[in-house]
């Protein structure tokens, strides 16, 4: 087994440009209520509730990408209709991904619908024609790639069967990457493995291991064997299998691993696989675009699957939630983060419709009134954040024999508390500029503040926010706790 704690600067991946390539298609999503069965046949009937488009297949590597920070150029095929046009304008509107389609004429844009009944999926209905492409459909997909080529750092060949991958498509863009040194990530569906001869890994998931090898793939040692043969079969340098609730089993031969190794999965609940596979293989290509080795990026790659799998639906990763992962499994505190991190945090809680509070004090020695307001604060919302000031906005404020506790303390000891969700030091006198970054649902402070004298109240106010006042529990004050330690009084 594979020891050791995942490390990686993800914030280095900022400027790293990947180019996919492969098959995009649309994710449809139609969520309804089912009350009854249909009396024409035993199926359910789905009431109509709401719809909607993701990007899928290549786009969802794309977009994961752009999610960890890194930057995508999508190169892909798309057909000349609505749902093309739909895949474009959806990529055209996300930062740090660079559309680059051929357009086919007569042939249909792939799209999967999902039908969902309280959150379940009911069906999948799939629109769908394998591409056949010429001549001029591979020179200009060829044309395409040359035309980055000096600006990317890695290459991912995301393969969906629908036809962009060809043979004749993959030895050349495989063979040009390899001749410029960059890394090439390849997520296979084809028997044909050894078409992706010369890449550098191959991400393939353990029921296409299973079938390539013919080995089970259920035990630790089916699972590398499978790897062995999988690499000698499609000549890449290294192999990594997923294998869902059982982890990875990484082979990379190349670079000083003999034997094939494996680490369990850090999924903690899983509602939908349905794009961890790009998840890993965008992680990988940053991973590898960045000089890490196949094993450290699996790993990598591990953790930020397990955060995928615990989402609904085609989702990503975002670059804030992998790193507060990776700081968890090296012994960090994940509640203690930066502004930017948790900008993205909170960003991130927002789209799945939670309710933020935000409170804010120097925290110096903790005391019940302050759990208390902490309590109550959590009450109001469904995730706190709390600003700390740091020591030197301490010593402005409350004079220079403040703090008691450092910052370092201070934020440990919050983050400790249950109701606590996020903390966050700030070095100016107030938390204004922290407010205007994540603008709160619900703005909270102690009794001892009005709305008018609470800092940020008028800016919440005015974007449809709450101010919550919460009375303060009566002889408890960390000024009052230190005047009686230094008068001895123990009561």
Request: proline share 4%.
């Amino acid at each position: 087994m594979l020891r050791g704690t995942p490390k990686s600067d993800v914030a280095s991946w900022r400027d790293k440009r990947i180019l996919v390539l492969g098959d995009v298609m649309l994710d449809r999503f139609v969520s309804g209520r089912v009350e009854r069965l249909s009396p024409e046949a035993p199926i359910p009937i789905l009431h109509f509730q709401s719809e909607k488009f993701m990007l899928g297949g290549a786009a969802n590597v794309a977009r994961n990408i752009a999610a960890l920070a890194g930057e995508a150029v999508l190169v892909g095929v798309l057909g000349e209709d609505e749902h093309g046009d739909l895949i474009a304008k959806c990529v055209a509107e996300l930062e740090h991904v660079e559309g680059s389609f051929v357009r086919v004429a007569r042939h249909p844009t792939t799209v999967k619908t999902r039908f969902v009944s309280e959150g379940q999926q009911i069906m999948r209905l799939d629109v769908e024609r394998r591409l056949e492409l010429d001549e001029d459909h591979v020179a200009e997909i060829c044309t395409r790639f040359e035309g980055v080529a000096g600006r990317i750092d890695a290459v991912v060949l995301s393969d969906y069967a629908k036809g962009v991958l060809s043979p004749v498509v993959i030895r050349r863009i495989v063979d040009m990457a390899r001749a410029r040194g960059l890394p090439v990530v390849v997520d296979p569906k084809t028997k044909d493995v050894r078409r992706y001869s010369g890449a550098s890994v191959l991400t393939p998931n353990r029921s296409e291991a299973a079938m390539l090898t013919s080995l089970d793939c259920d035990t630790d040692e089916t699972a590398e064997a499978a790897a062995k043969v999988l690499r000698d079969l499609a000549e890449v340098d290294a192999v990594v299998l997923t294998r869902g609730a059982q982890g990875m089993t990484i082979y990379d031969p190349v670079n000083g691993e003999s034997r094939p190794s494996c680490i369990p999965t850090a999924a903690r609940e899983v509602f939908d696989v349905s794009g961890a596979g790009d998840t890993v293989v965008a992680v990988l290509s940053l991973a590898l675009a960045g000089g890490m080795s196949v094993a450290a990026g699996a790993r990598i790659a591990n953790v930020a699957a397990g955060l995928v799998v615990g989402k609904r639906g085609t989702a990503v990763v975002k670059a804030s939630e992998l790193a507060s992962a990776l700081r968890a499994l090296s012994g960090a505190n994940p509640k203690i983060v930066a502004a930017d991190a948790a900008d993205a945090i909170v960003s991130d809680w927002n789209e799945r419709g939670l309710r933020v509070g935000f409170t804010n004090g120097c925290f110096d020695l903790l005391h019940p009134g302050h759990v208390e307001l902490l309590r109550q604060a959590r009450a109001s919302c469904d995730r706190l954040v709390v600003g700390l000031n740091s020591d030197a906005s301490v010593r402005r404020l409350k004079g220079p024999t403040r703090p008691v506790q450092n910052e370092n303390a201070r934020s440990t000891v919050m983050a400790s508390i249950g109701s606590v969700d996020l903390v966050i030091l700030f070095e100016e006198d107030t938390p204004l500029e922290l407010i205007q970054l994540l603008k709160p649902d619900v703005l909270i402070k102690g009794g001892d503040y009005t709305i008018d004298t609470v800092v940020g109240a008028d800016l919440v106010q005015a974007y449809g926010g709450k101010t919550l006042i919460v009375p303060l529990e009566a002889g408890h004050s960390t000024t009052s706790i230190i005047s009686r330690a230094d008068a001895g009084d123990a009561r």
